[in-house]
């Protein structure tokens, strides 16, 4: 069963496109504060070319600016330097005042110093962007992970394999009480898992494995049989619940049936969850010889 989910859906949708703007744009400035030639993808976005695409272009776009203003001031020296070459013999004639070469050399350092902070501001930009997206994306993630528990919840599983008995909710739009039961399944299994309550004085000799008879009480089973099965666990301790007579202890044993269902005449009797069952559990074969000598042998122990 799905319930409505065209909310759930958009919302989860909106934010798994967040999620993948910001790996994206992670994985581009880790390429860019690392000084990496391409962009390293993560898988969460192998699949949006465009997204990447984007990216790229923005990545080339950077450097491209990056080296332009890196080459343009390197010309600046290289042409201040080549003065400098110039001024330098002349200077040492006396030809030309040592101050033209010191103001030369001075803004050959202010260059150096422009092409620095260039690069610098490229990377701190950088480092700055990628610590604020990083920043995001964890405060993203346990909402994209929210959203999906709500869509995943949307859509209902039965338990057991079954079929469609009867539907208790149909009203569109409606509000579904927390507990409140949904539709009836008629399992398909080939076998059935029954919960027996078995009271502390008589679990002494039980151990998985023994052959039990399941009965469903909805049923007469003196008409439509019973369901053989195995007991496959018992409780490790006693539980305990409040009756109207009080708290009483009883162990759970769980038993696995052969079958799924009862028949009659080649009709198929459902078996529903919640039906009511009685339990026996063979612990043993006597014969009706030793029934007959029990209360014998009891006296002579005594």
Not at 188 to 211: H, S, Y
Not at 220 to 242: C, P, R
Request: charge should be positive.
């Amino acid at each position: 069963m799905r319930l409505e989910r065209t909310h759930f859906l958009t919302n989860y949708q909106e934010s798994v496109n967040q999620e993948q703007v910001l790996h994206a744009a992670i994985a581009r400035l880790d390429a860019e504060v690392l000084g990496k030639d391409r962009i390293a993808f993560p898988e969460q976005v192998a699949s949006n070319q465009a997204l990447q695409r984007s990216e790229r272009d923005l990545f080339e776009s950077r450097r491209s600016k990056l080296a332009e203003g890196s080459q343009a001031i390197q010309r600046q020296i290289r042409l201040a330097q080549d003065q400098l070459n110039i001024v330098r013999p002349l200077v040492a004639r006396g030809a030309v005042s040592q101050v033209e070469a010191l103001k030369l050399s001075q803004d050959i350092a202010t260059l150096q110093g422009r092409l620095g902070e260039l690069r610098n501001s490229y990377f701190q930009e950088a480092y700055t962007e990628l610590a604020k997206r990083k920043a995001d994306l964890g405060a993203l993630e346990p909402i994209v992970r929210q959203r999906h528990d709500q869509l995943r919840r949307t859509e209902i599983l039965s338990p057991v394999r079954g079929r469609v008995n009867t539907v208790l909710i149909n009203t569109r739009g409606g509000v579904i009480p927390p507990g409140e039961p949904i539709m009836e399944i008629i399992p398909v299994e080939e076998r059935l898992l029954v919960e027996a309550r078995i009271k502390p004085r008589d679990v002494a000799f039980l151990v998985p494995g023994m052959n039990a008879r399941v009965k469903i009480t909805a049923y007469d089973y003196t008409i439509y049989g019973e369901l053989n099965g195995t007991v496959e666990q018992i409780s490790a301790d006693t539980i305990e619940e409040q009756t109207p007579h009080g708290k009483e202890s009883f162990y759970q044993v769980l038993i696995r049936t052969d079958g799924s269902q009862l028949r009659r005449g080649g009709e198929a009797l459902p078996i529903i969850p919640g039906m009511v069952a009685e339990v026996d559990i063979l612990t043993g074969k006597r014969s009706v010889l030793n029934y007959l000598l029990r209360p014998l042998l009891k006296a002579r122990l005594r």
